[in-house]
């Protein structure tokens, strides 16, 4: 392995993409461990050797680097320049405004497995409720069918969408997978993960049904 050194003075943060792949299915690869576990901390970690071997469950430190260039790489993981804490107040009262930002439209809800939205943002309460249920309707669907999607098919994503004729998403269903827990968010139009606010987000959802386990 080529030698590198860790930039001084920088803290370890998930990028959206990181935060994605981290809740997006439920095979514990290292990857994800990791990830999940920087995401259970109360504010971003030192990014020392220290508190990788930590976070990765490792006394290697030549693995503990090789998996944060792999992580780095795939855009999973970014340095920042000061310390980030996880997002304080009550779930009901920061989830709205941060679901609203991960729609083109402002329209997204998060529903649970039983089909219970649990925060919403932009839909009607009416609609809410029929989307929440559907979620969980979609989800017993995916379960029974995952063999052919999987096997037959290549396809491992548990999302599923109602598109237009051009194929564009109307309404998305994806799933979120932390620890035990499954949510879903409906949204409407475009998913825009690529925000900050889904990072923050992911991590109120782990912080909250996830016991931090260092």
């Given at each position: 392995?080529?030698?590198?050194?860790?930039?001084?003075?920088?803290?370890?943060?998930?990028?959206?993409?990181?935060?994605?792949?981290?809740?997006?299915?439920?095979?514990?690869?290292?990857?994800?461990?990791?990830?999940?576990?920087?995401?259970?901390?109360?504010?971003?970690?030192?990014?020392?050797?220290?508190?990788?071997?930590?976070?990765?469950?490792?006394?290697?430190?030549?693995?503990?680097?090789?998996?944060?260039?792999?992580?780095q790489k795939l855009g999973w993981v970014q340095g920042v320049d000061s310390a980030i804490r996880s997002p304080q107040g009550a779930l009901e009262e920061i989830l709205p405004d941060l679901l609203?930002?991960?729609?083109?439209?402002?329209?997204?809800?998060?529903?649970?497995?039983?089909?219970?939205?649990?925060?919403?943002?932009?839909?009607?309460?009416?609609?809410?409720?029929?989307?929440?249920?559907?979620?969980?309707?979609?989800?017993?669907?995916?379960?029974?069918?995952?063999?052919?999607?999987?096997?037959?098919?290549?396809?491992?994503?548990?999302?599923?969408?109602?598109?237009?004729?051009?194929?564009?998403?109307?309404?998305?269903?994806?799933?979120?997978?932390?620890?035990?827990?499954?949510?879903?968010?409906?949204?409407?139009?475009?998913?825009?993960?690529?925000?900050?606010?889904?990072?923050?987000?992911?991590?109120?959802?782990?912080?909250?049904?996830?016991?931090?386990?260092?």
């Amino acid at each position: 392995m080529q030698r590198f050194n860790l930039i001084d003075g920088l803290f370890l943060y998930p990028t959206p993409a990181g935060a994605y792949y981290a809740i997006s299915g439920l095979e514990t690869d290292k990857p994800r461990r990791f990830l999940t576990r920087l995401l259970q901390q109360e504010q971003t970690p030192a990014l020392t050797i220290e508190q990788l071997q930590l976070l990765m469950e490792s006394d290697d430190e030549e693995k503990t680097l090789e998996q944060l260039l792999h992580c780095q790489k795939l855009g999973w993981v970014q340095g920042v320049d000061s310390a980030i804490r996880s997002p304080q107040g009550a779930l009901e009262e920061i989830l709205p405004d941060l679901l609203g930002k991960i729609s083109e439209n402002g329209k997204v809800l998060l529903a649970d497995d039983q089909g219970f939205y649990l925060a919403c943002s932009g839909f009607p309460h009416e609609v809410a409720e029929e989307l929440s249920a559907l979620s969980a309707e979609l989800a017993t669907v995916h379960k029974r069918r995952s063999g052919l999607l999987v096997n037959n098919l290549g396809i491992g994503s548990h999302a599923w969408a109602i598109v237009d004729a051009f194929g564009n998403s109307q309404i998305g269903f994806w799933p979120l997978f932390i620890g035990n827990h499954r949510f879903v968010l409906a949204i409407s139009g475009v998913p825009h993960f690529n925000q900050a606010e889904f990072v923050t987000l992911v991590w109120s959802l782990i912080i909250r049904y996830l016991k931090k386990s260092n």
